[in-house]
Protein backbone atom coordinates (compact mmCIF):
# COMPACT_ATOMS: atom_id res chain seq x y z
CA UNK A 1 0.00 0.00 0.00
CA UNK A 2 1.61 2.99 -0.97
CA UNK A 3 0.82 6.70 1.07
CA UNK A 4 -0.21 8.31 -1.67
CA UNK A 5 -3.33 5.54 -2.27
CA UNK A 6 -7.06 6.72 -0.71
CA UNK A 7 -6.92 4.11 2.21
CA UNK A 8 -9.10 2.29 4.03
CA UNK A 9 -7.51 1.31 7.16
CA UNK A 10 -8.70 0.39 10.82
CA UNK A 11 -6.62 0.10 14.21
CA UNK A 12 -7.17 -1.24 17.31
CA UNK A 13 -6.07 0.52 20.38
CA UNK A 14 -6.10 -2.26 22.61
CA UNK A 15 -8.90 -5.12 23.52
CA UNK A 16 -9.69 -4.14 26.99
CA UNK A 17 -13.45 -4.33 27.15
CA UNK A 18 -15.92 -3.95 29.85
CA UNK A 19 -17.00 -7.07 29.09
CA UNK A 20 -16.02 -10.64 28.52
CA UNK A 21 -18.52 -12.28 25.89
CA UNK A 22 -18.91 -15.79 25.32
CA UNK A 23 -19.13 -14.99 21.38
CA UNK A 24 -16.13 -13.00 21.33
CA UNK A 25 -13.88 -13.37 18.51
CA UNK A 26 -10.71 -11.43 20.26
CA UNK A 27 -11.24 -13.09 23.66
CA UNK A 28 -11.45 -9.24 25.23
CA UNK A 29 -11.73 -9.76 28.42
CA UNK A 30 -11.66 -5.98 31.18
CA UNK A 31 -8.46 -7.12 32.07
CA UNK A 32 -6.36 -7.51 28.78
CA UNK A 33 -3.15 -5.85 28.52
CA UNK A 34 -2.94 -5.91 24.42
CA UNK A 35 -2.92 -2.82 23.52
CA UNK A 36 -0.95 0.20 21.61
CA UNK A 37 2.19 1.08 23.29
CA UNK A 38 3.22 4.93 22.76
CA UNK A 39 6.07 4.30 20.36
CA UNK A 40 3.11 2.22 18.45
CA UNK A 41 0.32 5.63 18.74
CA UNK A 42 3.43 7.90 17.46
CA UNK A 43 4.38 5.84 14.66
CA UNK A 44 0.61 4.91 13.54
CA UNK A 45 -0.49 9.12 14.08
CA UNK A 46 3.20 9.71 11.45
CA UNK A 47 1.77 7.21 9.26
CA UNK A 48 -1.73 8.86 9.17
CA UNK A 49 -0.38 12.48 8.84
CA UNK A 50 1.48 10.52 6.02
CA UNK A 51 -0.99 9.29 4.30
CA UNK A 52 -4.41 10.08 2.49
CA UNK A 53 -6.61 8.16 4.03
CA UNK A 54 -10.16 8.25 3.07
CA UNK A 55 -11.87 5.78 6.22
CA UNK A 56 -10.40 5.13 9.20
CA UNK A 57 -12.49 2.42 11.59
CA UNK A 58 -11.56 1.96 15.63
CA UNK A 59 -12.61 -1.51 16.56
CA UNK A 60 -11.12 -3.46 19.86
CA UNK A 61 -12.35 -4.67 22.78
CA UNK A 62 -14.29 -1.66 23.41
CA UNK A 63 -12.33 1.51 21.93
CA UNK A 64 -13.99 4.38 23.27
CA UNK A 65 -11.81 2.85 26.70
CA UNK A 66 -8.74 4.36 24.63
CA UNK A 67 -10.47 7.64 23.98
CA UNK A 68 -7.37 9.51 23.75
CA UNK A 69 -5.93 7.68 21.42
CA UNK A 70 -8.73 7.44 19.19
CA UNK A 71 -8.93 10.76 19.37
CA UNK A 72 -5.45 11.71 18.49
CA UNK A 73 -4.93 8.81 15.60
CA UNK A 74 -8.39 10.54 14.37
CA UNK A 75 -6.83 14.11 14.26
CA UNK A 76 -3.78 12.69 12.43
CA UNK A 77 -5.75 11.42 10.01
CA UNK A 78 -7.46 14.47 8.83
CA UNK A 79 -3.99 16.31 8.31
CA UNK A 80 -4.08 15.12 4.76
CA UNK A 81 -7.57 14.56 3.88
CA UNK A 82 -9.60 17.04 6.30
CA UNK A 83 -12.95 14.86 5.33
CA UNK A 84 -11.33 11.63 6.20
CA UNK A 85 -14.57 9.10 7.62
CA UNK A 86 -13.85 8.05 10.93
CA UNK A 87 -16.16 4.81 12.23
CA UNK A 88 -16.36 3.71 15.88
CA UNK A 89 -17.64 0.09 16.39
CA UNK A 90 -18.50 0.32 20.23
CA UNK A 91 -20.64 -1.84 23.02
CA UNK A 92 -22.19 1.46 23.94
CA UNK A 93 -21.49 0.93 27.75
CA UNK A 94 -19.78 4.51 27.10
CA UNK A 95 -23.09 5.87 26.83
CA UNK A 96 -25.38 5.26 29.84
CA UNK A 97 -25.95 8.70 30.08
CA UNK A 98 -27.06 11.33 27.66
CA UNK A 99 -24.01 13.84 29.05
CA UNK A 100 -21.76 11.02 29.03
CA UNK A 101 -22.35 10.12 25.64
CA UNK A 102 -22.12 13.87 24.09
CA UNK A 103 -18.73 14.29 25.98
CA UNK A 104 -17.52 11.52 24.75
CA UNK A 105 -18.79 10.98 20.81
CA UNK A 106 -18.26 15.20 20.53
CA UNK A 107 -14.25 14.77 21.36
CA UNK A 108 -13.72 12.24 17.95
CA UNK A 109 -13.35 14.62 14.84
CA UNK A 110 -14.93 13.65 11.39
CA UNK A 111 -17.32 11.05 13.22
CA UNK A 112 -19.18 9.10 10.38
CA UNK A 113 -20.33 6.69 11.75
CA UNK A 114 -21.35 4.61 14.96
CA UNK A 115 -22.00 1.01 15.00
CA UNK A 116 -22.90 -0.40 17.79
CA UNK A 117 -22.56 -4.51 19.07
CA UNK A 118 -25.40 -5.15 20.60
CA UNK A 119 -27.18 -8.54 20.44
CA UNK A 120 -28.75 -11.43 23.85
CA UNK A 121 -24.89 -12.60 24.21
CA UNK A 122 -24.31 -8.60 25.30
CA UNK A 123 -27.08 -8.25 27.29
CA UNK A 124 -27.37 -6.11 30.53
CA UNK A 125 -30.30 -4.87 32.69
CA UNK A 126 -30.28 -2.16 31.07
CA UNK A 127 -29.22 -2.54 27.39
CA UNK A 128 -31.73 0.26 25.55
CA UNK A 129 -30.96 3.32 27.50
CA UNK A 130 -26.91 3.66 26.06
CA UNK A 131 -28.84 2.54 22.49
CA UNK A 132 -31.00 5.52 22.88
CA UNK A 133 -28.81 7.75 24.33
CA UNK A 134 -26.05 6.78 20.77
CA UNK A 135 -28.92 7.16 18.13
CA UNK A 136 -30.09 10.48 19.34
CA UNK A 137 -27.06 12.03 19.90
CA UNK A 138 -25.69 10.91 16.40
CA UNK A 139 -28.84 11.52 14.51
CA UNK A 140 -28.72 15.47 16.13
CA UNK A 141 -25.09 15.58 14.99
CA UNK A 142 -25.45 14.15 11.33
CA UNK A 143 -23.76 10.56 12.08
CA UNK A 144 -24.41 7.60 10.37
CA UNK A 145 -25.46 4.65 13.75
CA UNK A 146 -26.12 1.12 13.26
CA UNK A 147 -26.50 -1.84 15.23
CA UNK A 148 -24.39 -5.24 14.55
CA UNK A 149 -26.01 -8.01 16.20
CA UNK A 150 -24.85 -11.90 16.70
CA UNK A 151 -27.17 -14.64 16.61
CA UNK A 152 -26.10 -17.83 18.66
CA UNK A 153 -29.39 -19.60 16.79
CA UNK A 154 -32.36 -18.02 14.85
CA UNK A 155 -34.28 -17.49 18.69
CA UNK A 156 -31.98 -14.57 19.23
CA UNK A 157 -33.76 -12.86 16.53
CA UNK A 158 -36.68 -11.85 18.93
CA UNK A 159 -34.89 -10.00 21.27
CA UNK A 160 -34.44 -7.20 18.54
CA UNK A 161 -37.79 -6.73 18.78
CA UNK A 162 -37.85 -6.00 21.89
CA UNK A 163 -35.83 -2.63 20.64
CA UNK A 164 -37.33 0.23 20.58
CA UNK A 165 -38.28 1.71 16.99
CA UNK A 166 -35.25 3.46 16.66
CA UNK A 167 -35.00 4.34 12.93
CA UNK A 168 -31.57 2.72 12.01
CA UNK A 169 -30.44 -0.22 10.57
CA UNK A 170 -29.79 -3.61 12.10
CA UNK A 171 -27.18 -6.41 10.75
CA UNK A 172 -27.57 -9.55 11.58
CA UNK A 173 -24.83 -11.75 11.58
CA UNK A 174 -24.10 -15.89 12.48
CA UNK A 175 -21.33 -16.15 15.32
CA UNK A 176 -18.01 -17.64 13.89
CA UNK A 177 -15.83 -20.34 15.83
CA UNK A 178 -13.00 -18.51 16.68
CA UNK A 179 -11.48 -16.78 19.74
CA UNK A 180 -13.77 -17.41 22.96
CA UNK A 181 -16.54 -18.46 20.48
CA UNK A 182 -14.16 -21.82 19.58
CA UNK A 183 -15.71 -23.62 22.52
CA UNK A 184 -19.37 -23.17 21.24
CA UNK A 185 -19.19 -24.91 17.63
CA UNK A 186 -21.52 -27.13 19.18
CA UNK A 187 -24.07 -24.26 19.45
CA UNK A 188 -23.45 -23.13 16.36
CA UNK A 189 -24.85 -26.15 14.20
CA UNK A 190 -27.22 -24.00 12.49
CA UNK A 191 -23.84 -22.23 10.41
CA UNK A 192 -24.16 -23.79 6.67
CA UNK A 193 -20.89 -26.12 6.04
CA UNK A 194 -19.23 -23.45 3.90
CA UNK A 195 -17.70 -26.58 1.89
CA UNK A 196 -21.30 -26.67 0.35
CA UNK A 197 -21.08 -23.20 -0.60
CA UNK A 198 -19.77 -23.43 -4.02
CA UNK A 199 -19.71 -19.32 -4.07
CA UNK A 200 -17.57 -18.80 -1.22
CA UNK A 201 -14.81 -21.53 -2.15
CA UNK A 202 -14.14 -19.66 -5.75
CA UNK A 203 -14.04 -16.28 -4.19
CA UNK A 204 -11.33 -14.37 -2.58
CA UNK A 205 -11.00 -12.96 0.65
CA UNK A 206 -12.67 -9.93 1.22
CA UNK A 207 -11.21 -7.99 3.22
CA UNK A 208 -7.98 -7.80 0.95
CA UNK A 209 -8.44 -3.92 0.93
CA UNK A 210 -8.58 -2.59 4.15
CA UNK A 211 -5.49 -2.64 6.10
CA UNK A 212 -5.99 -3.09 10.08
CA UNK A 213 -2.96 -2.53 12.80
CA UNK A 214 -3.16 -5.09 15.56
CA UNK A 215 -0.84 -3.65 18.86
CA UNK A 216 2.16 -4.90 19.03
CA UNK A 217 1.88 -7.27 16.12
CA UNK A 218 1.58 -4.53 12.96
CA UNK A 219 -0.47 -4.04 9.83
CA UNK A 220 -2.57 -6.87 8.02
CA UNK A 221 -5.55 -7.27 6.23
CA UNK A 222 -6.51 -11.34 7.44
CA UNK A 223 -8.68 -11.74 10.60
CA UNK A 224 -6.24 -14.71 11.11
CA UNK A 225 -4.49 -12.17 13.35
CA UNK A 226 -7.11 -12.62 15.81
CA UNK A 227 -9.00 -15.39 14.91
CA UNK A 228 -6.11 -18.13 15.41
CA UNK A 229 -3.56 -16.30 17.53
CA UNK A 230 -0.82 -17.85 16.24
CA UNK A 231 2.11 -15.51 17.14
CA UNK A 232 4.85 -17.32 15.91
CA UNK A 233 3.53 -16.94 12.14
CA UNK A 234 3.20 -12.44 12.39
CA UNK A 235 6.28 -12.62 10.03
CA UNK A 236 4.08 -14.53 7.38
CA UNK A 237 1.48 -11.43 7.47
CA UNK A 238 1.99 -8.66 9.23
CA UNK A 239 4.38 -5.34 8.14
CA UNK A 240 5.18 -3.05 10.82
CA UNK A 241 5.20 -0.04 8.11
CA UNK A 242 1.87 0.15 5.87
CA UNK A 243 3.78 0.84 2.73
CA UNK A 244 5.14 -2.82 3.36
CA UNK A 245 1.87 -4.08 3.51
CA UNK A 246 1.89 -5.00 -0.12
CA UNK A 247 4.96 -7.04 0.19
CA UNK A 248 3.77 -9.29 2.65
CA UNK A 249 4.46 -12.60 0.43
CA UNK A 250 1.22 -14.46 2.90
CA UNK A 251 -0.80 -11.60 1.87
CA UNK A 252 0.53 -11.53 -1.72
CA UNK A 253 -1.04 -15.06 -1.72
CA UNK A 254 -4.39 -14.63 -0.60
CA UNK A 255 -4.99 -11.74 -3.10
CA UNK A 256 -4.07 -13.43 -5.82
CA UNK A 257 -5.81 -17.06 -4.95
CA UNK A 258 -9.32 -18.05 -4.39
CA UNK A 259 -10.29 -20.04 -1.36
CA UNK A 260 -10.47 -22.87 -3.36
CA UNK A 261 -7.09 -22.32 -5.15
CA UNK A 262 -5.31 -21.60 -2.05
CA UNK A 263 -7.01 -25.33 -0.63
CA UNK A 264 -5.48 -26.78 -4.07
CA UNK A 265 -2.63 -25.50 -3.87
CA UNK A 266 -1.23 -27.14 -0.57
CA UNK A 267 -3.51 -30.42 -0.29
CA UNK A 268 -3.66 -32.75 1.62
CA UNK A 269 -5.36 -30.39 4.15
CA UNK A 270 -4.36 -30.73 7.57
CA UNK A 271 -8.38 -30.23 8.67
CA UNK A 272 -11.36 -29.80 6.79
CA UNK A 273 -12.49 -26.19 6.96
CA UNK A 274 -16.24 -25.18 7.98
CA UNK A 275 -15.59 -21.53 7.47
CA UNK A 276 -14.25 -18.86 5.28
CA UNK A 277 -11.28 -18.07 7.49
CA UNK A 278 -11.04 -21.71 8.75
CA UNK A 279 -9.90 -21.95 4.93
CA UNK A 280 -7.48 -19.45 5.69
CA UNK A 281 -6.35 -21.36 8.72
CA UNK A 282 -6.03 -24.70 7.37
CA UNK A 283 -3.74 -22.63 4.51
CA UNK A 284 -1.47 -21.02 6.99
CA UNK A 285 -0.68 -24.04 8.96
CA UNK A 286 -0.20 -26.31 6.10
CA UNK A 287 2.50 -23.72 5.08
CA UNK A 288 4.08 -23.83 8.66
CA UNK A 289 4.17 -27.85 8.69
CA UNK A 290 3.63 -28.98 5.28
S1 LIG B 1 -17.77 -9.11 21.72
FE1 LIG B 1 -17.41 -6.89 21.81
S2 LIG B 1 -18.41 -6.23 23.72
FE2 LIG B 1 -18.15 -8.45 23.86
S3 LIG B 1 -16.17 -8.78 24.91
FE3 LIG B 1 -15.75 -8.79 22.69
S4 LIG B 1 -15.19 -6.67 22.20
FE4 LIG B 1 -16.26 -6.65 24.21
Redesign the pocket.
Known sequence: MTATRRLSLAIIPG?R?????M???????PNDARELSSYEIQTLAQTLENSVVESLSF????PLLYLDTVVALAKAATIRNSEVAIKITT?A?FADTKSSCASTLSQIPNLASVRI?FDD??RSSDFVTPIENIVAWTMAHGVRCSINA?ALNPMDLVLLRSLPSLGIPIAIGKIAPF??ARGMAEKLSWQEDVRTIPEALAGKCSATEKAVYFPKRGWTFCCSAVTFDCPEMDSEFFALRLEELDGVPALAVMKALSFSGMIASMLPMAEKPLHNCQICKTYWQGLKHG
Open positions: FCQLACHCISSSSTGGENRSLHSGR
